[in-house]
T-cell receptor, first 112, second 114 residues
């Protein structure tokens, strides 16, 4: 079966750096996506890693190690607006179709 | 504006009363999907569609039906809703079957079944 694990909650201080980890067990792994969801809002796509290494997009970076079945989302220069839930999602193949399976989400709490 | 729309946004209904949640996208996307979100469980896929007239079950399809008669629309039908279907529902789309790692979500429909 497929499973993902991420911490349920992470707390950080405004202006600091925070890392949100995601470990997965899956067959037919193709890549790892990250999404952000503010309270009352819809998930929005942040990044996707298909290959090992670090992908940087502004203040956000995402890392993947396929050999360790592990990835993380790194948020730098934290701002209050970054307070949200962050979901990792594994892309895999089921019935010849690419699909996503989602982690339970990490609530990021930012303190001033 | 490119978007995914859902209606209604909020719905309170009673057990057994059939209902439909509509989903429409104006981006000409091939792939569409329905998810439910429950506290502590993340997003779970109900049904998905790779293109017109092609639909498949996701992880939690029991009690739901879908159809894809037009590319832009992907309604979710609950023939006989039950309280365990109380949840937050999201419709999502993606340009192609190969691009499902990046999905565009509608605003969500909060459903309460009493």
């Amino acid at each position: 079966g497929q499973s993902l694990e991420q911490p349920s909650e992470v707390t950080a201080v405004e202006g600091a750096i925070v890392q949100i980890n995601c470990t997965y067990q899956t067959s037919g792994f193709y890549g790892l996506s990250w999404y952000q969801q503010h309270d009352g809002g819809a998930p929005t796509f942040l990044s996707y890693n298909a290959l090992d290494g670090l992908e940087e997009t502004g203040r956000f970076s995402s890392f993947l190690s396929r050999s360790d079945s592990y990835g993380y989302l790194l948020l730098q220069e934290l701002q209050m607006k970054d307070s949200a839930s962050y979901f990792c999602a594994v892309r895999f193949v089921r019935d010849s179709n690419y699909q996503l399976i989602w982690g339970a989400g990490t609530k990021l709490i930012i303190k001033p | 504006e490119a978007q995914v729309t859902q209606n209604p946004r909020y719905l309170i209904t009673v057990t057994g009363k059939k209902l439909t949640v509509t989903c429409s996208q104006n981006m000409n996307h091939e792939y569409m999907s329905w998810y439910r979100q429950d506290p502590g469980l993340g997003l779970r896929q109900i049904y998905y569609s790779m293109n017109v007239e092609v639909t498949d079950k996701g992880d939690v399809p029991e009690g739901y039906k879908v159809s894809r008669k037009e590319k832009r629309n992907f309604p979710l039908i609950l023939e006989s809703p039950s309280p365990n279907q109380t949840s937050l529902y999201f419709c999502a789309s993606s340009p192609y079957r190969e691009s499902t790692y990046e999905q565009y979500f509608g605003p969500g429909t909060r459903l309460t079944v009493t």
